[in-house]
DNA sequence: CCTTTTTTGTTTCGACTCGCTACAGTAGTG
DNA sequence: CACTACTGTAGCGAGTCGAAACAAAAAAGG
């Protein structure tokens, strides 16, 4: 190995866009399988993120942010993955204005062919410390961007500080309600650091 | 901090695929400036790739291997930066079906103004030895995921297994040339990881 | 030398992405 | 009741993308 070079920002980005590129791209595909499941890169994406993220946060709008995108074009995309029956719509329970998205059973059928495991994969192969190290590195490298671009920065409940865990229960500050074990991993737009408020 | 969590690689491919999308979108642009200056994020790709390539690197094949994509969608990105006036063709010496691309006066100018400068600034806030130790982590990751898609590992010749320093000067047995001592940091298509042979 | 085969680059096509603008409907505010 | 803010959609034009077809040059093999 011969990686004690200074490793500039420069090439770190550059190591980030080429991943995040070849990691999304379909690549070789096997030799049976239905040649007709490709989806896009977008639609991959919010197909994932629909499947990650909490009831509050499965929105065409809170995508549209998580992907940095606008609203229009992430409409678009959600429109495409509803017609081809991965996603289902369902209206807001109060709120007329907004849907919230479902991921239906072909949907999951789908993410078990999400090109991005093999990215998973390869970055699941790093030793546990390490991948604990870039992990808080590029967590600390999100926030700093999207501060600095005036974005929403995404994360679990489990990390934010609009969560409240007394025995056993959870509770959001934010969204005034209670949260299963299960949604305290997931993915939500209100996500708020786990800072000291000073 | 709170950064104590698993960290499983779901995680860690969705940061990097954040980071890459947020790090190409022009975010908010100042108050004045020119607003036409408007690229995409594949013609950033492309400017920044032929900026960076040294001379046995810069033609739209080599690009597009970089890019992941086609010759094809590649040749068009290429066509469009030369319409705007950034980067110029030239042939090739002894190959006349290649093209070698060059990045014009212009070009660097508009490089000033790379989308992509935020991001570098937020990974150049990271300790030197926690960004060292990511740049071991991604690279390996990158070598992993390049080896599993079949596509090739882009690297600078002062690591690449053809490069032979003697006495000041290095020679290249790839391309059978001498390199200046700046084009040993410039990006190859021909990179090959310096391991021990065995 | 001549004939494949490979490499390089381009063009065209159709589907999709993307940012933008405009728009309709709902929610919250005063 | 305005008035503002928010959510979602539709259409436009430029660009991306992969695939296929193509021309030209180089390389390989007889």
Chains 1, 2 share one sequence.
């Not at 490793?7 to 070849?22: C, K, N, P, T």
């Not at 946060?57 to 991965?86: C, D, I, M, N, Y």
């Amino acid at each position: 190995m011969s990686t004690d070079i200074s490793a500039s920002g420069s090439d770190l980005a550059d190591m980030i866009v080429y991943l995040s590129r070849l990691g999304q791209s379909p690549g070789r595909l096997g030799i049976g399988a239905a040649p007709a499941q490709n989806l896009t890169a977008a639609q991959w994406t919010a197909l994932r993120y629909f499947a990650r993220a909490n009831r509050f946060s499965r929105t065409p709008s809170a995508f549209s942010e998580f992907h940095a995108t606008t609203r229009g074009t992430a409409s678009q995309t959600v429109k495409s993955l509803v017609t081809l029956g991965l996603l289902s719509r369902q209206m807001h329970e109060t709120d007329g204005r907004s849907t919230v998205m479902e991921v239906t059973e072909a949907g999951h059928e789908m993410l078990r062919h999400d090109p991005m495991a093999e990215l998973r994969n390869v970055l699941e192969k790093l030793a546990p410390a390490v991948r604990a190290a870039v992990a808080q590195a590029l967590g600390q490298a999100v926030a700093d961007l999207a501060q600095s671009r005036n974005a929403p920065v995404f994360g679990s409940c489990s990390e934010c500080s609009h969560c409240q865990t007394d025995a056993g229960t959870s509770y959001c500050h934010c969204t005034q309600s209670l949260l299963s074990l299960r949604e305290m991993d997931a993915i939500c737009v209100d996500f708020q650091p786990n800072r000291n408020p000073a």
